[in-house]
């Protein structure tokens, strides 16, 4: 057969054309207006129109299809995890760079994806009725500095799972790790699918920026996971808002607990990041027949243990005072805000070495560490008279965020007890924080926990909406 070398090279070329020099795939005829610029927006309302385009064409797409989008999104978070945690440590300059890497893996792993989605029936002498859960269409999504690139990762493979696409406003701290990873994501999802801007950013984010997205009529829904502050203004937006608020964990050690154990699982916790998460061990209440044995337990398994005057010193310089009259209240210092235990070790004059992950001391209840989120490896033991004192303080100190609580104990009563009084989104028995969200222990994880709103942790499912479809008096193949 005679090849026709004109038509090749015409053929060639045309192919060349469409992958562009550096093999990056231009608009197509049928691009939208937004194609190419893989979700990199400084103006809100630009960003929410080509997420709205995005989600047109998503809608037009199969399940599988959003199941390898998905894909794509897990597979730049696992295998570029040391990089792009690397940055986010840089970028942030808080917290504990192993931590930054494996949080990324981890949601890349283990974010609910489309397997999650699910119907429901039912099924009777009229014939069918099938529950559908589908998208809301564009969602405006806040995220923190605490983890920018994981929490957006996390949101992003849910609510597109959920035939969804999003805008995210990221924490100014956190905007470029953030806008890098969404760019890689969209960039591989566009070449393969030919899809872009199913993640949308704002590069230079601000408050004014995070309130256009909020007040945007084509913003279906809203998923702001973050602290009191933002958690506030999302409640009170005139559309539906899904709440991932602040926290302050307790936990609480009766005198039947494995204190080895418990001591273990509270430096697991509250050290994973110098404290930065939101589940992180915060405060600990123990009852006083225990208390010493406790205290030395956590020097065995490894924690430093500061003096009542070290203490002191560290409350001074550690916690700081903010705003005036009714708002005035106290804050954790910015030095000192998930850095390490050296470093808060450093600020009072104490030398430790590097390697040490949490400092702890015995305080009493009014000391701020205890109802303040510090968010800082330092965490204070306060002594209890017995479990009921213990568990009374702990309610105290979560505030009724509801967000998660934690006992270490061998009596089912007191655990009961406990976890009807805090009444929290996360109640762990007998292991670090981070078991609760599928962390070495059971269920799965997302880094948005929406307790205030209600939802929990969140699923694909939570960025859904149910839509009913019935079949009258057929298709019921049951009986008669
Ligand atoms: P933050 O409240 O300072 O900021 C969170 C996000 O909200 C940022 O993007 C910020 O720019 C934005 N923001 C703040 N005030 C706003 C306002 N008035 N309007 C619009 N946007 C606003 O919190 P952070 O320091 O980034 O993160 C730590 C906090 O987040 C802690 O309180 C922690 O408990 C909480 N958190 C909760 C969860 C959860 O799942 N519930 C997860 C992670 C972090």
């Known amino acids: ?54 989600f047109e064409r998503l809608s037009r797409r199969t399940v599988e299809d959003r199941t390898r989008i998905i894909g794509h999104i897990r597979r730049i978070a696992i295998e570029q995890c040391v990089e792009l945690g690397t940055m986010e440590m840089q970028e942030t300059k808080i917290g504990r760079l192993e931590h930054k890497i494996e949080k990324l893996k981890t949601l890349g792993e283990r974010a609910p994806g489309v397997e999650f989605m699910r119907s429901e029936v039912f099924s009777g002498d009229h014939g069918l ?44 701290s956190g905007k470029r790790v953030a806008a890098e990873g969404i760019r890689r994501y969209n960039e ?111 020097e ?69 560490f205890v109802p303040v989120e510090q968010m800082m490896p330092f965490v204070p033991f306060v002594r209890a008279r017995d479990v009921d004192h213990a568990i009374e303080m702990a309610v105290r100190s979560e505030h009724g965020f509801r967000h998660t609580a934690i006992i270490h104990s061998k009596n089912v009563e007191n655990m009961t007890k406990m976890g009807k009084a805090v009444d929290t989104t996360l109640f762990v028995k007998n292991g670090p924080s981070m078991a609760g969200l599928g962390l070495g222990g059971e269920g799965y994880c997302s880094f948005s926990i929406a307790g205030p709103t209600g939802e929990g942790i969140t699923t694909p499912l939570t960025f859904t909406r149910e839509r009913r479809c019935s079949m009258i008096d057929n298709l019921r193949i049951l009986g008669k």
């Open 300 to 368: 065995r398994a490894g924690a430093v243990r500061l003096g009542a005057a070290e203490v002191e010193a560290l409350t001074k310089v550690a916690i700081a005072t903010v705003g005036e009259g009714e708002h005035k209240h106290e804050v954790p210092a910015r030095e000192f805000l998930g850095k390490d235990a050296a470093v808060l070790a450093q600020g009072i004059g104490k030398k430790i070495p590097r390697e040490v992950e949490l400092l702890f001391g015995e305080t009493d209840e009014s000391n701020p």
């Open 1 to 54: 057969m005679q090849i026709n070398e004109t038509l090749v090279r015409s053929v060639v070329q045309e192919v060349l054309k469409r992958l562009g020099s550096d093999g990056a795939v231009p608009p197509g005829p049928s691009a939208g207006k937004f194609q190419g610029r893989f979700g990199q927006f400084t103006c809100p309302d630009e960003a929410v129109a080509a997420a709205r385009e995005a």
């Open 188 to 298: 591989a999802i566009y070449r393969d699918l030919g899809i872009d801007n199913l993640m949308c950013i704002i590069v230079e984010p601000t408050l004014e920026t995070a309130e256009r997205i909020f007040k945007h009529r084509d913003i279906n829904l809203l998923c702001v996971t973050g602290g009191p502050g933002v958690a506030k203004a999302a409640m009170q937006q005139a559309k539906r808002a899904i709440v991932a608020g602040p926290g302050n964990p307790p936990v609480v050690v009766d005198e039947t607990a494995d204190l080895d154990r418990a001591a273990r699982a509270i430096i697991k916790g509250g050290a994973y990041d110098n404290n930065l998460l939101c589940i992180g061990e915060k405060q600990v209440f123990v009852v006083n027949q225990v208390f010493d044995a406790m205290m030395a337990a956590m």
């Open 129 to 172: 009725a099938v529950i559908e859960h589908g998208p809301f269409g564009v969602i405006g999504a806040i995220t923190p500095v605490t983890h920018s690139l994981p929490t957006a990762t996390g949101n992003a493979v849910s609510m597109i799972a959920a035939g969804n696409t999003v805008v995210f406003n990221p924490h100014p």
